[in-house]
């Protein structure tokens, strides 16, 4: 897959998670399947995708979303 092509996939989730809060834990789910595609092509992935990655890690964590 094209790295624009993913650019975009993930630009979308993003979109997806403004504007369907209720399935943020789902869209999360995605993004980092996306993020895990760019890992598995061997791409750094963008220092925000990072920090977003985390933040979405955080926001579950306090919101009771893992044991």
Request: aromatic letters at 4%; hydrophobic letters at 40%.
């Amino acid at each position: 897959m094209a790295l624009e092509e993913l650019k975009a996939q993930i630009g979308f989730l993003m979109q997806q998670m403004v504007d369907q809060p209720q399935d943020a834990h789902e869209v999360q789910e995605r993004l980092r399947e996306k993020l895990n595609e760019f890992r598995a092509m061997g791409m750094p992935l963008p220092d925000d995708l990072v920090e977003l990655e985390k933040k979405l890690d955080a926001g579950f964590d306090t919101a009771g979303g893992k044991a």
